[in-house]
């Protein structure tokens, strides 16, 4: 695969923002920096402080740069929606993180089709500013502009969505969210940590990459890391003998469970009041059907 000749950014041009579109911002960031202390992992909510991303409304780019730059050399590109995935590989090699510039509706607040500012930005920022999963991110970007002689795109994708968008990490006070996916997501934020139903396996690489994923609805099975040097260990190895096997081998449906697979509880949570995770569980379908945060 030769480096795209064009890169697919925009300017973000943030000056033309609405006070409609910034006030989107603040809204969805507002519900979820409320949510998410004790269910995001330290990583993230570091970022998150570090990133000043509540400045009043959607960041600008260039000033947020400066603060990412400093801590991990990456930086935050515009691009005008979904990029081919040679152009968003050679990005990520590159340290530069593509995100929308659009933000959804002010009466979709949990509806998206594709990716905007929001989801690509406070979901995935503040993970780039860890210096362990900044240098991940990088490696899964080579390995992508590798992969294409491989014809194992398919495969590296599942690992992207499985860890970088809804990947979970297990540390002694219980699991922890670092998945932009899901930290961008008031439904999965409790659905993901809080509900009995999804599965919550062990991270194992091959296992992991033999896994499809869901695009349309809540991830029936979440992978949890032991941590992000485990995540970026499982990356720096050649892949070549890898993706022989996955070439030979079968899928493993969303949803199945394996006799040897680890498995992970959800999180037990006392909700103000004594509501214990199973009533939980019907309060989502309710948090969700309320379009107010
Ligand atoms: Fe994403």
Redesign the pocket.
Known sequence: MTAPTHDWTIDQDWSAYTDAEHQVWTTLYDRQARLLPGRACDAFLDGLDKLNLHQGGIPDFARLNEDLGQLTGWSIVAVPGLVPDAVFFDHLAHRRFPAGRFIREAHQLDYLQE?DVF??VF??APMLAEPVFADYMQAYGEGGLRAGRFAQLHHLARLYWHTV?FGLLETPAGLRIYG??IVSSKKETLFSLEDPAPHRLGFNLERLMRTPYRIDDLQPTYFVIPSLDALLGATLQDFAPLYDRLADSTDIPIGVVLADDPKFAANRRELDGGESTSELSSRILTIEEDSNP
Do not use: M, R
């Open positions: 990716p989801h690509d979901g995935h968008e932009a996916g």
